[in-house]
């Protein structure tokens, strides 16, 4: 099948890509339609936006103009709805009569006059509404694009999108479609990459576009955009509707699922693989570890047919999240790749530091460098922390300048933060502070609190009061810096 008859078979059939920029987009114009307020007359009109019921939306609107409410300040809300109900009824004429009955217009309207006009192919006299109207809006404007994509007028659509002052993501997504369903194939490709953002409808239509015949991998794509929106019933549904599954299938549902606290879901997919994998194995010895349910993350491991790196590095930072560090130990102690596997060592001295065990994270530091494993800027930042709740300058500078020196590391933003920790820990609070204003790094709010925390502990009022106003200058959203302030004035009184 060649692309142009590609294209004019999906223009044959209704439903598909070329739809959804009009259900989009007019979805969500219903979802924002205001509820009526007159309780007492308890009518629907939206029961009555068929075109087989266009008398009885007349009789509606007769009994509306007779009624006490057509003098009422809520005649322009009724007057609108009745525009809507006309649109989508089909009759025109009734709509634009409506219309023009209106004394005082808003936006809401004009808006709902020139969808009526857009929605039956009144073309031009839309695009004159559009000029005729006071207060143009990007509403109005993706109102008349939708339109002419949904009609196959390419030409005028082109004319629209580009005449637009300003564009949105229905805006593209709708040109995208224009183009996609007209067989401009390449147009559409262009459009797709200038997109200044993409949403599931955009990707949608580009990877049926790009692969007419969708295989496997365009299946796996999508589901893999829903997940990552993190649209999990979407996402299972997809998943659901695939024809074929494989491995990358089946894991990306099992892994979204456990990321996001659904055990019993997790447990559901892993249960139903044909086959798994390393990574599903693990992915469901994290959704048990999330769940609290330790017991059974650790049984699930053990039945692990083989172990990675990653599986056992998931293990332990599980056992750490749940505050078990003798267990953590164990883990690291049992893995045989811990010996070449700086993440290994890297979890096991962020769990020590992070549980107030910063001698154990630093002579952990000590004896991986002993072994041979090469450490990284993480392992570094690990020690420094350590070092930092102990207020150990020596180490802390011993540390930092053995990055660039023996092993060629650049010192990032946070290594600079901790040994500004370290400082102003130490009580070297100058140092702390000329360290925050010459590092390679602008100074963060978390940097000046450091050194204001520090100068309360060594009670220097006057180092603190200007790291509370940096701090403030910072965007610190901490109470402390205004209570530091509050303080150095009530002394200087």
């Not at 294209?7 to 070329?18: D, E, H, V």
């Not at 993409?198 to 239509?205: A, G, P």
């Not at 829903?226 to 089946?250: G, Q």
């Not at 106003?469 to 009184?493: F, N």
């Amino acid at each position: 099948m060649d692309m142009m008859q590609h294209a004019r078979m999906r223009k044959s059939q209704p439903g598909l890509q070329r739809s959804r920029a009009y259900h989009v987009y007019f979805g969500h114009t219903r979802t924002k339609a205001h509820k009526l307020e007159e309780q007492e007359m308890d009518i629907n009109l939206q029961e009555y936006c068929v075109p087989l019921l266009a008398n009885a939306a007349r009789a509606i609107h007769a009994y509306i103009s007779k009624s006490q409410h057509a003098a009422s300040d809520n005649y322009r809300y009724l007057s609108n709805l009745l525009v809507q109900m006309y649109g989508r009824c089909g009759s025109v004429e009734s709509a634009r009569g409506v219309f023009n009955e209106i004394v005082n217009k808003n936006s809401y309207s004009w808006v709902l006059m020139i969808s009526a006009l857009a929605a039956n192919g009144h073309f031009e006299e839309t695009k004159r509404s559009l000029n005729a109207m006071p207060q143009q809006n990007l509403f109005a404007w993706n109102t008349i694009l939708v339109a002419y994509a949904q009609s196959d007028h390419l030409e005028e659509a082109e004319s629209v999108f580009f005449e637009m002052p300003l564009q949105n993501i229905i805006s593209w997504t709708a040109m995208l479609e224009a183009y996609a369903g007209s067989g401009h194939f390449l147009n559409a490709r262009n459009l797709f990459h200038s997109m200044p953002e993409r949403d599931l409808v955009s990707l949608t239509v580009i990877i049926s576009l790009l692969a007419p015949e969708w295989n496997l991998v365009s299946w796996n794509a999508l589901l893999t955009a829903y997940i990552h929106k993190k649209r999990l019933e979407d996402a299972k549904c997809f998943f659901d509707s695939s024809p074929e599954k494989n491995m990358v299938t089946w894991t990306a549902m099992l892994v979204a699922y456990s990321e996001n606290d659904h055990l019993e879901l997790a447990k559901n997919i892993f249960d139903g693989m044909p086959e798994r994998s390393t990574v599903s194995w693990t992915a469901m010895v994290s959704a048990y570890a999330q769940a609290w349910y330790m017991d059974d993350a650790k049984f699930l491991f053990v039945e692990m047919p083989e172990h990675n790196s990653v599986s056992w590095n998931v293990l332990l930072t599980s056992f750490a999240r749940n505050g078990l560090l003798g267990e953590c130990r164990r883990v690291f102690d049992s893995s045989p790749q811990h010996w070449q596997d700086t993440a290994l060592w890297n979890a096991m001295m962020t769990t020590y530091a992070q549980n107030g065990h910063s001698e154990e994270c630093m002579g952990l530091f000590k004896v991986m460098e002993v072994e041979g494993v090469r450490p990284n800027e993480t392992s570094f930042t690990c020690a420094l922390l350590g070092c930092s709740h102990l207020g150990d300058l020596e180490s802390g500078l011993e540390f930092f300048v053995s990055m660039t020196g023996d092993h060629d590391l650049r010192p990032n933003k946070h290594h600079f933060s901790c040994m500004i920790d370290i400082l102003a820990r130490s009580g070297h609070l100058e140092n702390a502070r000329e360290l925050a204003w010459s590092m390679p790094f602008v100074p963060e709010a978390m940097d000046w609190n450091c050194l204001l925390l520090a100068s309360k502990s060594h009670s220097d009022m006057k180092t603190g009061s200007k790291a509370a106003r940096h701090a403030l200058e910072a965007g610190s959203k901490s109470s402390t810096p205004y209570v530091m302030l509050s303080t150095t004035m009530r002394m200087r009184r």
